[in-house]
């Protein structure tokens, strides 16, 4: 089964409201990542957070680890259209050396 | 400074065929990886080359599918014999330190079409 599950799939808000997006894992990580894909192509890495940090900012993005769950959410505050994409989360795990094992992705759509 | 570059952004070709992919990584980045993305399987992993180790190839979904990267820097990932359960896109990523350790910054990708 997949080691980053991704939660809700689909989510579809207004513009200026926020998006929370969820993302459980089953073993110990060294980080885990996410990442936005538009259109199906280049992944932009958005923010990695380590098994020792417990939150993370950037400009809008705020992300959370609870290690203790074996989860992680990614926030976008005041969204806007532009930011409509797919959205991953990515484990690396302590026994799978440089790899990064990807969730399902959680589709956003903000409508203007 | 240039991102991480993949040719060609498109490939089309016939069942049978052999393709090989490029991949340019970042200047200095000493790890890179290979990843691959098709509707049925999400993103997967294929294998990670980092500095003079042996490469990872536990990704690799048969032995048709190799890579080789020259002397630290460009990739080339090779598919033999392509089936039409090959068409997908790969993705080329590198990151700068310890593999797995670092963010992973990827190329554009190359959408395969095997017809």
């Known amino acids: 089964s997949q080691q980053g599950e991704e939660d809700p799939q689909a989510l579809s808000i207004q513009e200026g409201e926020n998006a929370t997006m969820n993302c459980s894992y089953k073993t110990s990580i060294n980080n885990l990542q996410w990442y936005r894909q538009n259109s199906g192509r280049g992944l932009v890495h958005l923010i990695l957070?380590?098994?020792?940090?417990r939150e993370k900012h950037s400009g809008r993005l705020r992300v959370t680890l609870d290690t203790s769950k074996k989860s992680s959410s990614l926030l976008i505050t005041a969204s806007r259209a532009a930011d409509t994409a797919s959205y991953f989360c990515?484990?690396?795990?302590?026994?799978?050396?440089?790899?990064?094992?990807f969730g399902q992705g959680t589709e956003l759509s903000v409508k203007p | 400074g240039a991102g991480v570059s993949q040719s060609p952004s498109n490939k089309v070709t016939e069942k049978g065929k052999d393709v090989e992919l490029r991949c340019d990584p970042i200047s200095g980045h000493t790890a890179l990886y290979w990843y691959r993305q098709s509707l049925g399987q999400g993103l997967e992993f294929l294998i990670y080359?980092?500095?003079?180790?042996?490469?990872?190839k536990s990704g690799l979904p048969s032995d048709r599918f190799s890579a080789e990267r020259t002397g630290g820097s460009v990739s080339t990932l090779t598919i033999q014999r392509t089936q039409q359960e090959d068409s997908a896109v790969y993705l080329c990523?590198?990151?700068?330190?310890?593999?797995?350790?670092?963010?992973?910054?990827f190329g554009p990708g190359t959408r395969l079409l095997v017809l």
């Open positions: 990515a484990t690396n795990l302590r026994s799978q050396g440089g790899k990064l094992i």
């Open positions: 957070i380590r098994s020792n940090e």
């Open positions: 080359f980092q500095g003079n180790s042996a490469p990872d």
């Open positions: 990523a590198s990151s700068l330190g310890l593999a797995g350790s670092e963010t992973q910054y």
